[in-house]
């Protein structure tokens, strides 16, 4: 079935819906471990303050694998298949998170168990840095031209979806259980069924066909024979576009979106449990925004609504941060949803409009070294950044702040860029 199309070259809706909605996998595992950052700080580093930072330490590190498993991963996939590339990678995450959950506490090896699981953080983030950027290329080469930006946006709405499973997994068995149960073993079960949806996912993925656009290369001997170095020579100017539009992207979503409830609970504008809940509404509002930004981005085109977006993440987000921090919870919940939403479009129309930044030759790779790149710069660190700046200068409309100075950046490249939607393939 993996070399098998539609009679139009395409994949089956099938075969796409699988690698949309796959990517549930890797934010169920994301949201999971920051939101038991505090359990496994006991288990595995035996408790206190030094044992949480170690263990957020560990999604720092791990989120800095990404880059390095998307160029890994990035050359497998252009140089033996997207489809391949896919499960490799799933399997690695189905064994991580696995090996995760029966791992032995600080209380049974000591040490080496906080070790072991910073090893596996690190595996696991190495792995998801070819999942997100192998499933849009897969889902653009397969989807039909007039439909691309739509089902690429599956992508982003699936992830949220993975959030708020994560959440609701966590959230049950945080109520069948006590406190202790849960340090001694019921922390288990939500990566256990993190591990079981991963094997599923596989499942589902090996009766997935071959893209299209990699059979056409394979055919006619095109693929490159160092996709990394194909991209560097030919397509350099791809790889900064693709830079600034996840460069976008990232830092509406990570301060935008994952750092509010943290910003909500420092300027005591909302309590811990109240921010939680904002967050759930905030992923609601990005599953709604995404599909309806890619529709849109298949009518107008891309360059239009990543304008549009770029001028609205530097107008706004400076006064929306001052809304979150001096309003009612009515106006915090207005704000932190136009952020959401925001976010919700960057990330919808950025997942097609990157992989277009690149013919079929070298894609993969082409966007591990601009988007997944900016990713990790843009991603991962700035909510560090933006509370830092709010704790040194007392000025809360900071992380707005730094939202809007990367979108200022970005509009110039976004104003030069030509129309992707009409030349890729």
């Known amino acids: 079935m993996a070399s098998e199309h539609l009679p139009d070259g395409r994949v089956s809706r099938a075969s796409l819906i699988i690698a949309a909605f796959s990517t549930i996998v890797e934010w169920y595992d994301f949201t999971l471990y920051l939101y038991f950052a505090t359990t ?50 799933m399997v690695v995450m189905t064994i991580a998170m696995l090996f995760l959950a029966l791992l032995p506490t600080y209380a049974q090896i000591g040490a080496g168990a906080g070790w072991l699981l910073l090893l596996l953080r690190c595996i696991m983030g190495f792995a998801v840095g070819g999942e997100y950027t192998g499933v849009v290329a897969y889902l653009l080469e397969g989807a039909p031209p007039a439909r691309r930006g739509f089902i690429a946006s599956l992508a982003a709405a699936a992830s949220e979806i993975g959030a708020l499973l994560a959440v609701g997994v ?40 071959e893209s299209p656009e990699f059979e056409r290369q394979r055919q006619a001997g095109t693929r490159p024979e160092s996709p990394i170095w194909h991209v560097l020579k030919h397509h350099r100017i791809g790889i900064y576009r693709s830079f600034a539009i996840s460069a976008l992207g990232s830092i509406t979503y990570y301060v935008g979106i994952t750092y509010v409830p943290a910003f909500l609970s420092s300027a005591r504008a909302m ?47 400076v006064t929306l941060f001052w809304m979150m921090a001096n309003g009612s919870k009515s106006i915090v919940l207005v704000g932190a949803l136009i952020l959401a939403a925001l976010a919700g479009g960057v990330s919808a129309v950025g997942a097609v409009a990157t992989a277009e930044q690149f013919p079929g030759e070298g894609r993969l790779s082409g966007l591990a070294l601009g988007a997944t790149a900016a990713t990790a710069i843009f991603g991962g660190l700035t909510p560090y950044v933006a509370q830092l700046l709010i704790d040194r200068t007392g000025w809360t409309m900071a992380p707005g702040a730094m939202i809007a100075c990367v979108a200022v950046l970005v509009l110039p490249v976004f104003f030069l860029a030509p129309e992707s939607a009409a030349k890729s393939r």
């Not at 303050?49 to 498993?69: H, K, Q, V």
């Not at 905030?282 to 890619?294: E, L, Q, R, S």
Request: no cysteine; glycine share 10%; hydrophobic share 60%.
């Open 40 to 89: 496994l700080s006991k288990v595995f580093f035996g408790g206190g303050e030094a044992s949480l930072l170690a263990t957020l330490a560990g999604f720092a590190i791990a989120y800095l694998m990404r880059p390095l498993g998307a160029l890994v991963f990035g050359h497998l996939g252009d140089r033996m298949g997207r489809r391949f590339t896919l499960l490799v990678s």
């Open 271 to 317: 309590s811990e449990r109240d921010a939680l809940w904002l967050s759930t509404l905030a992923a609601a509002m990005v599953i709604a925004v995404t599909p309806v930004t890619g529709l849109i981005a298949d009518k107008i085109g891309r360059k239009p609504v990543l304008m549009g977006l770029a001028a609205s993440s530097a107008i706004l987000p």
């Open 170 to 209: 966590a959230a049950v068995t945080v109520h069948l259980t006590s406190s202790v149960q849960l340090s001694h073993w019921a922390w288990r079960i939500p990566f256990l069924v993190g591990a079981g949806l991963a094997l599923i996912v596989w499942i589902a993925r090996a009766s997935m066909h």
